[in-house]
């Protein structure tokens, strides 16, 4: 078995879960080499819409995970590390049709049931709690306790409280494998070989080519989009929307619901600039790199619909980001089977921003020999049996 005490790690990957494991790892006085083929933040961390949530989560593994996830900010901002880079605020999720409603009240029951504090708003009560949303809203429910922080600002307080240089351009190309051992003895590069007790692979999507997961991982496109600052529209803003037809979207209605090839959902996020973060969609194919036209319409539109106040606003920007998923919708974390000292943390799709510095701490753990914070068992690799690890 491996010491529960190494001395070495190398970090593949420096999203935010990278970046969270390198953090804790270097907590523990184990010298990290993070490396990344091109830059942190730079994928999937720096296309989210950062929210802090466990509004539409799935009852389960996720929403445990996520209750974990969102405690866990907290913490930190109040000990300072993520201070001012956290924003606490509630979730309104809103119902505009018959349909959404349905899903609404199962969902909230959900909630309610995981010990989430939660708020049913309709009518009268509804009006008063959110002035500036439309009469077309039949009922929210307002998730208290979330918040929201910007994937790119949160691997850098976790970079720089760490002291740790990410090696930047440096490829993961395969494996390093002990002949005749389960063990890995490191990562082979384009700059050369590296060496360390443990190899933790937190690469999104560039793990499926080190692991021969192609059938297991897939890329899923995010398009979001950002206004100009609008300090009145904002403040009166007691909240981050989510619309019903996110949950649809995203299938939180119902376990094994797999996402369509686009789904469109609707988020719209105050940020502490003024600005409002508003997306967005979950789509199998496409240009992974660029908007639409036809998305943006309609994310636009389904925005002014609830907030009308939007519809004076400029559109600042709009971007896309790819994110990895998991064929049955559940991260890949823990051991790589038939590795006693290889790691994998991949697979959040948009849940990236609220597991990550959880994830970070619970692979650490895990490590160390330790029960982690998260029950990992839901989440294990081991559940897929096409594994290519090559020596």
């Not at 090696?167 to 494998?177: D, H, M, S, V």
Request: some cysteine; charged content about 20%.
């Amino acid at each position: 078995m491996q010491s529960r005490h190494p001395t070495s790690a190398i970090v593949v990957g420096s999203g935010i879960v990278g970046a969270a494991t390198a953090y804790f790892l270097a907590k523990r006085g184990i010298a990290v080499r993070l490396i990344d083929a091109t830059a942190p933040a730079a994928e999937a961390t720096g296309a989210a819409d950062g929210a802090v949530s466990v509004a539409s989560k799935r009852p389960g593994p996720m929403m445990r995970a996520a209750l974990k996830g969102v405690a866990l900010y907290g913490q930190l901002a109040d000990e300072g590390l993520f201070a001012g880079a956290f924003k606490r605020r509630s979730t309104y999720i809103v119902a505009s049709s018959e349909e959404e409603c349905a899903v609404l009240e199962a969902h909230a029951t959900a909630l309610a049931g995981a010990g989430v504090r939660i708020e049913t708003l309709t009518g009268a009560n509804l009006t008063s709690r959110f002035a500036v949303l439309s009469p077309e809203a039949r009922m929210a429910v307002e998730v208290h306790g979330e918040g929201h922080a910007i994937g790119y600002q949160i691997v850098h307080r976790l970079l720089s409280a760490s002291g740790i240089c990410v090696e930047r351009g440096t490829r993961a190309e395969r494996l390093l494998q002990d002949v005749g051992a389960e063990r890995l003895t490191g990562i082979a590069t384009n700059r050369g070989n590296l060496s360390a007790d443990v190899v933790v692979l937190a690469a999104g999507n560039g793990s499926a080519d080190l692991l021969g997961l192609s059938a297991v991982l897939t890329p899923r496109k995010g398009q979001l989009l950002v206004t100009e600052r609008a300090p009145a529209l904002n403040a009166s803003m007691p909240g981050a929307i989510m619309s019903g037809r996110y949950l649809l979207s995203k299938g939180s209605q119902k376990a094994g619901h797999s996402a369509p090839a686009r789904g469109l959902g609707l988020v719209i996020d105050p940020l502490v600039t003024g600005q409002f973060l508003i997306g967005g969609t979950r789509e199998d194919f496409g240009d992974r790199q660029s908007n639409d036209i036809d998305a943006i319409t309609r994310i636009l539109t389904d925005a002014v619909t609830l907030i009308p106040g939007l519809a004076s606003l400029r559109l600042l920007r709009s971007f896309a980001g790819v994110r990895t998923a998991v064929v049955d919708g559940l991260p890949l974390v823990g051991r790589i089977p038939g590795m006693q000292n290889g790691f994998i943390a991949t697979g959040f799709e948009g849940d990236g921003i609220c597991l990550g510095p959880i994830t970070g701490k619970s692979i650490v753990q895990t490590i160390c020999g330790e029960t982690p914070d998260i029950d990992l068992s839901p989440f294990d690799p081991a559940r897929f049996s096409s594994w290519g690890v090559a020596a």
